[in-house]
């Protein structure tokens, strides 16, 4: 770099800095005092391991699908209350939703987010190296968003602690990500304006490792699209020719998509299910449905997409004299990560590094690998993953509409190690880990991750200046957000309705009661691990 160039760097810096609010550079902190900060909450989070599980196994036990996270954020945010948090509840028009936070005067406003909602049929037994369900048939947390909030919560109160004893300014801001499985809520939240006046956000996510990229991350973006078809009832049998089924519509249009399919970019991933397919075989149905997932390592490409599944669907009604509407239920942008948060956060993940794995730990997750037949055979972790940067080439996969927050104000997903490597995900084996020791480890070494990066964020006010550069400069300089959804598109809350009613009178009595026992496992009656059946 030459010295021209370095110079103008330090003149924006300074400048950048003297327009922060005064306090955040009024207090500095010698590297040595940002250590010892460091290590006190690290040593505080560690203290909080007892309640950290507690809650991992409590928001398993509640095992509820997205929109009806009822006792989920009942239970949450009266722990942040207690804590002196004001909470905000019913953001966004979705009753589940909540943004907890707490203010220690002017400073960095940091938010703290992961998903709460879990996964149809994955109900598990945890510690149980087999198909185990609690209740047959019922929800589960086979993805483990169990675990996300409760370590953010630890992390929060940890920093909390320590910004009272060193009255160091800053604002705490903790949010779910209500119903991420259908990608109902991040889009909304952005589109009503929850994230204005926030610096920064952490996000976590389960994963079987610590983690954290910067960049444009592998995986998609999506758009979630119903289409509803219209047509006549009639007689099946007597006057079939007087019925405009509107079923045979919704075939249609999967046909037509099925046919489209082959021409699709390989990076490019959809996926449909039959909402609606009318009442009886001897009626000709009037009202069917279709639900597709559209997605794509690009906004562009969703919405070619897009464009090409409204005119499958025009095409489908016009063939059989119906009638088509269609409403987004979802929203999810391909995701970018901060540089500079990302590079702090690393720096962090090397010091705590990943927990110390039990020989029952070891013994569990080695037996599910060989249940599931993975690839992965060799149990948990013990080696740290690289930091992750940007992909050269984009990889095709799932989505998360984080994308949405990541576009709005600097962002990064640490990934923590509560799960085990090597499984397909979205399934009742990724359950099993997640009311264990392996999950309660792992959120503790995430939010001790956590708590260290925004202590670094709060004492030293110049990464924020790098971070927002970054944000603004390098990820924006090429790419303007545009929202997937409306003003007037409402969040899909009526959806797992019927689902949670049938299954949550038969959960209700399971859930975990931590007056009584010392964790899920001994409620449940599992000795860790169970590796056979008998």
Same mark, same amino acid.
């Given at each position: 770099?030459?010295?021209?160039?370095?110079?103008?760097?330090?003149?924006?810096?300074?400048?950048?800095?003297?327009?922060?609010?005064?306090?955040?550079?009024?207090?500095?902190?010698?590297?040595?005092?940002?250590?010892?900060?460091?290590?006190?909450?690290?040593?505080?989070?560690?203290?909080?391991?007892?309640?950290?599980?507690?809650?991992?196994? +409590?928001?398993?036990?509640?095992?509820?699908?997205?929109?009806?996270?009822?006792?989920?954020?009942?239970?949450?945010?009266?722990?942040?209350?207690?804590?002196?948090?004001?909470?905000?509840?019913?953001?966004?028009?979705?009753? $589940?939703?909540?943004?907890?936070?707490?203010?220690?005067?002017?400073?960095? @406003?940091?938010?703290?987010?992961? =998903?709460?909602?879990?996964?149809?049929?994955?109900?598990?037994?945890?510690?149980?190296?087999?198909?185990?369900?609690?209740?047959?048939?019922?929800?589960?947390?086979?993805?483990?968003?169990?675990?996300?909030?409760?370590?953010?919560? $630890?992390?929060?109160?940890?920093?909390?602690?320590?910004? +009272?004893?060193?009255?160091?300014?800053?604002?705490?801001?903790?949010? *779910?990500?209500?119903?991420?499985?259908?990608?109902?809520?991040?889009?909304?939240?952005?589109?009503?304006?929850?994230?204005?006046? @926030?610096?920064?956000?952490?996000?976590?996510?389960?994963?079987?490792?610590?983690?954290?990229?910067?960049?444009?991350?592998?995986?998609?973006?999506? /758009?979630?699209?119903?289409?509803?078809?219209?047509?006549?009832?009639?007689?099946?049998?007597?006057?079939?020719?007087?019925?405009?089924?509107?079923?045979?519509?919704?075939?249609?249009?999967?046909?037509?998509?099925?046919?489209?399919?082959?021409?699709?970019?390989?990076?490019?991933?959809?996926?449909?299910?039959?909402?609606?397919?009318?009442?009886?075989?001897?009626?000709?149905?009037?009202?069917?449905?279709?639900?597709?997932?559209?997605?794509?390592?690009?906004?562009?490409?969703?919405?070619?997409? !897009?464009? =090409?599944?409204?005119?499958?669907?025009?095409?489908?009604?016009?063939?059989?004299?119906?009638?088509?509407?269609?409403?987004?239920?979802?929203?999810?942008?391909?995701?970018?990560?901060?540089?500079? /948060?990302?590079?702090?956060?690393?720096?962090?993940?090397?010091?705590?590094?990943?927990?110390?794995?039990?020989?029952?730990?070891?013994?569990?997750?080695?037996?599910?690998?060989?249940?599931?037949?993975?690839?992965?055979?060799?149990?948990?972790?013990?080696?740290?993953?690289?930091?992750?940067?940007?992909?050269?080439?984009?990889?095709?996969?799932?989505?998360?509409?984080?994308?949405?927050?990541?576009?709005?104000? %600097?962002?990064?997903?640490?990934?923590?190690?509560?799960?085990?490597?090597?499984?397909?995900?979205?399934?009742?084996?990724?359950?099993?880990?997640?009311?264990?020791?392996?999950?309660?480890?792992?959120?503790?070494?995430?939010?001790?991750?956590?708590?260290?990066?925004?202590?670094?964020?709060?004492?030293?006010?110049?990464?924020?200046?790098?971070?927002?550069? !970054?944000?603004?400069?390098?990820? +924006?300089?090429?790419?303007?957000?545009?929202?997937?959804?409306?003003?007037?598109? *409402? %969040?899909?809350?009526?959806?797992?309705?019927? /689902?949670?009613?049938?299954?949550?009178?038969?959960?209700?009595?399971?859930?975990? =009661?931590?007056?009584?026992?010392?964790?899920?496992?001994?409620?449940?009656?599992?000795?860790?691990?169970?590796?056979?059946?008998?």
């Amino acid at each position: 770099m030459n010295s021209k160039k370095s110079r103008l760097i330090r003149i924006l810096l300074f400048c950048a800095l003297f327009t922060l609010p005064q306090t955040y550079a009024q207090k500095g902190y010698s590297k040595s005092a940002i250590r010892k900060q460091k290590q006190a909450v690290s040593a505080n989070v560690d203290q909080r391991h007892k309640e950290t599980q507690v809650m991992v196994d +409590k928001v398993f036990s509640f095992a509820e699908l997205g929109f009806h996270e009822v006792e989920t954020s009942k239970y949450l945010t009266g722990i942040l209350q207690k804590a002196g948090f004001e909470i905000t509840s019913g953001v966004s028009g979705i009753p $589940t939703a909540w943004f907890a936070r707490w203010s220690n005067g002017e400073g960095p @406003v940091i938010a703290l987010g992961s =998903d709460v909602d879990c996964i149809p049929k994955a109900s598990q037994y945890p510690g149980v190296a087999f198909h185990k369900p609690i209740v047959e048939g019922a929800p589960g947390h086979g993805e483990g968003h169990n675990s996300g909030v409760p370590l953010n919560i $630890t992390a929060a109160l940890a920093v909390q602690e320590l910004m +009272k004893e060193n009255n160091i300014g800053g604002t705490l801001v903790i949010w *779910p990500g209500i119903a991420e499985e259908l990608l109902g809520s991040k889009a909304w939240f952005v589109r009503d304006g929850l994230f204005k006046g @926030v610096d920064m956000c952490i996000f976590t996510h389960v994963s079987s490792n610590l983690a954290v990229s910067w960049g444009q991350a592998t995986g998609t973006g999506l /758009i979630s699209v119903e289409y509803s078809f219209e047509g006549e009832a009639a007689h099946s049998a007597g006057s079939p020719w007087r019925g405009r089924s509107a079923l045979d519509a919704a075939e249609l249009m999967n046909v037509g998509w099925n046919y489209k399919r082959e021409h699709l970019h390989p990076l490019k991933r959809s996926h449909s299910i039959f909402t609606d397919a009318g009442d009886q075989p001897n009626v000709v149905p009037s009202k069917a449905s279709i639900w597709f997932y559209l997605r794509d390592v690009t906004y562009e490409g969703i919405m070619e997409m !897009y464009e =090409d599944a409204n005119h499958i669907a025009q095409g489908a009604a016009l063939m059989t004299d119906t009638e088509v509407t269609s409403r987004v239920v979802g929203a999810a942008w391909p995701r970018h990560f901060n540089k500079v /948060i990302a590079e702090t956060m690393y720096a962090n993940i090397q010091q705590v590094g990943l927990p110390e794995w039990s020989e029952a730990d070891q013994e569990l997750a080695r037996a599910v690998q060989k249940v599931v037949n993975s690839k992965d055979s060799t149990g948990l972790a013990t080696e740290l993953s690289e930091l992750r940067k940007p992909v050269e080439r984009p990889i095709s996969g799932g989505s998360d509409d984080i994308g949405d927050v990541s576009w709005t104000i %600097p962002t990064v997903t640490l990934r923590f190690p509560s799960n085990v490597p090597g499984l397909q995900g979205h399934h009742w084996s990724n359950a099993i880990a997640m009311a264990t020791p392996i999950a309660h480890k792992g959120a503790t070494a995430g939010a001790k991750v956590v708590a260290m990066t925004v202590m670094d964020f709060l004492t030293q006010p110049e990464l924020l200046v790098q971070a927002n550069d !970054y944000f603004e400069n390098v990820q +924006k300089k090429e790419t303007e957000y545009r929202p997937m959804i409306s003003a007037d598109d *409402p %969040p899909p809350i009526e959806l797992n309705t019927a /689902i949670m009613n049938e299954f949550r009178p038969q959960l209700e009595p399971l859930y975990f =009661d931590e007056t009584k026992y010392d964790s899920y496992l001994e409620q449940l009656g599992v000795t860790y691990p169970t590796l056979k059946e008998e």
